[in-house]
């Protein structure tokens, strides 16, 4: 399979702190990855240089093959690359229905009269997405009525409109029900079977419920990497974390 994402010695600087440091990264085409890391650890920075909001210090990243040095960030969304932010972004003065439309119709305008396809070839359409998400029942109703996790979904649903390549997932069950975060986990392993996601979380009960490989990043580099349990049981790790326990006691 060839590697959707191929990150090269990384390093972004803020005022010489380095935030990413010699990073070296690459994921094949329809993996689901969970990247996992004690706060400061440069999770968020890492989506931000593959979104481009932030450009590397130094290093190369490659989507689908092309170095995406020096794009804008709006080209790389074209591109295929979506954003999931931790607070939803939806409105919520529209129904889930009306704001899963507006997603599918930005698209078609970016793409002209083209009729853009998910990658796993079925067509989009809204009742679809409702369904993917698990709002059908709560389509036509305000979005600002929906539950914190409803409108973690919809904003979900919103972002799949727009057919990424790539899904970038923050955070995304910060503040939900037990429940709620089942769901979600749920959700990203069925939207996984067409889509290439990353994950970044905390919540080791959601890792360990939709993780396959897991990637562990300290001091803005690659820790380790492995499945859930070769990670958890790695010494490197156990230290990372327990020294951060202990700083924050
Ligand atoms: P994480 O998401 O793993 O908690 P971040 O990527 O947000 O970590 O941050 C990594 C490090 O880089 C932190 O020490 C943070 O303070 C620093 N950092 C992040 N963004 C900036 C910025 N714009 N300017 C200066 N320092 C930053
Ligand atoms: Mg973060």
């Keep these: 399979m060839a590697n959707i994402l191929e990150i090269e010695n990384l390093t972004v600087s803020f005022d010489g702190f380095k935030a990413l440091n010699g990073l070296n990264f690459s994921m094949e085409e329809g993996?689901?990855?969970?990247?996992?890391?004690?706060n400061g650890a440069g999770k968020t920075t890492f989506l931000d240089i593959i979104t481009g909001k932030v450009q590397p210090t130094e290093g190369t990243v490659r989507f689908k093959g092309k170095n995406l040095k020096s794009l804008?960030?709006?080209?790389?969304?074209?591109?295929?690359?979506?954003?999931?932010?931790?607070?939803?972004?939806?409105?919520?003065?529209?129904?889930?229905?009306?704001?899963?439309?507006?997603?599918c119709n930005r698209t078609k305008t970016v793409f002209g009269s083209l009729f853009r396809k998910s990658s796993s070839g079925e067509k989009l359409t809204v009742k679809g997405l409702l369904e993917t998400i698990?709002?059908?029942?709560?389509?036509?109703?305000?979005?600002?009525?929906?539950?914190?996790?409803?409108?973690?979904?919809?904003?979900?649903?919103?972002l799949v409109a727009q057919s990424p390549d790539l899904l970038l997932v923050d955070e995304p069950v910060a503040g939900l029900t037990d429940e709620e975060t089942m769901l979600t986990g749920d959700l990203l392993i069925s939207l996984a079977q067409s889509h290439s996601i990353i994950v970044i979380e905390h919540d080791m009960e959601f890792v360990r419920q939709i993780a396959r490989k897991v990637t562990v990043l300290h001091q803005g580099s690659i820790l380790c990497e492995g499945s859930m349990e070769e990670v958890?049981?790695?010494?490197?790790?156990?230290?990372?974390?327990?020294?951060?326990?202990?700083e924050a006691a």
């Design 134 to 158: 698990g709002l059908v029942g709560k389509a036509d109703i305000k979005a600002g009525l929906l539950s914190h996790g409803e409108k973690q979904w919809l904003e979900i649903g919103m």
């Design 232 to 246: 958890q049981n790695d010494p490197r790790v156990i230290e990372v974390y327990l020294g951060h326990t202990d």
């Design 31 to 38: 993996e689901l990855r969970v990247i996992i890391g004690p």
């Design 72 to 103: 804008p960030e709006h080209r790389i969304a074209r591109f295929g690359v979506g954003r999931k932010f931790q607070t939803p972004r939806v409105y919520l003065n529209l129904t889930p229905r009306e704001n899963l439309e507006l997603s």
